[in-house]
């Protein structure tokens, strides 16, 4: 079969191979795939920064596809479904954090794309555990920002709770940024969009799915704005999703006191400076946020199931498998808002 394959460390060493189609036994399920989302991550591989992959690998863990194989031990999936994949592929199974099913805290969790092949493939293997059956009305493009989608799901349902007298403010027009301001609305919450100047087209993106406020920081003020929308108090909660340290620090002194920030972005930096007092002194909950757990999944394929969530604006290019590289520098590009490759 077809795969984009990551084969050595460093700047790109990315090239599209063919090797053996994998084969399934006791608990794991084949995969046709549909779609691959491109990922950020995908893209930190791309560029060497990203070291958690395990080299030579075959990237993509957000995707979509209908199963065409299954192992002697599955017994709920079967051939024909169509399915969608959480991307834990191995756990430990006897940590703290297995036994309460928060895979995503185990430290010997494989995951799909990054230790073990993924699905920028024509085929990808996933164990039953992981495997979701679609509702008929979720499509294989809608399928395949599940992963992404539920994500904001367990940073924004699980790690916090958001209430529907809630002022929202998310900073990032991404597409966490964007699902993460949905996952808000779907819970009711005035939301609060925080962008650049280079984002204005994501940002009306955004406000034509429903968000509230759209703000570019670099033409508009930021805490007038907060301010006056919440009679000087603050908003309740914060979802930094851009991972930059100016926004981090420009959202800290917008919670109001006893808010809730959560860190949803990752930084390029393994230590950066931190406005600890205005989490010290506003008595704020800095709330850190990991990927997501197989309750994250169900959450986000009952958003998808009943519409509250619009992928399709957020799909903006598609390209075969052949031409990965033309999605991934697209992506890179930064003038689409989600690039999928189609399998």
């Known amino acids: 079969m077809k ?3 990551k084969t050595n460390a460093g700047y790109d060493q990315m ?4 090797i053996q189609t994998p084969e399934v036994k006791e608990d794991l399920v084949k995969i046709k795939v549909a779609y691959t989302g491109i990922c950020g991550t995908d893209i930190h591989t791309f560029t060497g920064e990203y070291r958690n992959s395990k080299t030579p690998v ?9 199963v065409v194989e299954v192992g002697e031990d599955v017994h709920k999936v079967k051939v024909g479904d169509r399915v969608t994949s959480e991307t834990t592929y191995t756990t430990c199974g006897q940590c703290e954090y297995c036994l309460e099913k928060d895979y995503n805290l185990c430290s010997n969790r494989k995951g799909i794309g990054t230790q073990v092949n993924g699905s920028m493939a024509e085929y990808v293997v996933s164990r039953e555990e992981s495997v979701h059956v679609l509702a008929d009305n979720i499509s294989y493009e809608a399928a395949a920002l599940t992963e992404p989608l539920a994500c ?3 940073a924004g349902m699980e790690k916090t709770l958001i209430n529907s007298e809630d002022t929202v403010l998310v900073f990032g027009p991404g597409p966490i940024g964007l699902l993460q301001c949905q996952v808000a609305k779907a819970q009711g919450a005035f939301v609060i969009l925080a962008g650049i100047t280079k984002d204005q087209p994501r940002l009306e993106l955004a406000k034509s799915m429903g968000v509230d406020i759209v703000v570019d920081i670099l033409k508009e003020d930021l805490t007038e704005i907060v301010m006056t929308k919440t009679n000087g108090y603050g908003v309740d909660k914060v979802f930094e999703c851009s991972g930059a340290v100016p926004a981090l620090n420009q959202g800290l002194p917008l919670v109001k006191k006893k808010g809730t920030f959560v860190q949803v972005g990752i930084f390029a930096q393994k230590l950066n400076p931190l406005d600890q007092e205005a989490v010290v002194q506003r008595e704020i909950i800095y709330i850190g946020t990991r990927s997501q757990k197989p309750s994250s999944w169900h959450t986000a394929l009952n958003l998808l199931e009943r519409n509250k969530i619009d992928t ?6 598609v390209v075969p498998l052949e031409k990965w590289r033309e999605g991934f520098e697209a992506v890179m590009a930064g003038n689409e808002i989600k690039v999928m490759i189609q399998s």
């Open 3 to 5: 795969a984009v394959m």
């Open 15 to 18: 090239e599209l191979v063919e």
């Open 58 to 66: 075959i990237l993509g863990h957000e995707f979509s596809g209908i």
């Open 152 to 154: 904001c799901v367990h």
């Open 312 to 317: 399709d604006k957020m799909i903006t290019k």
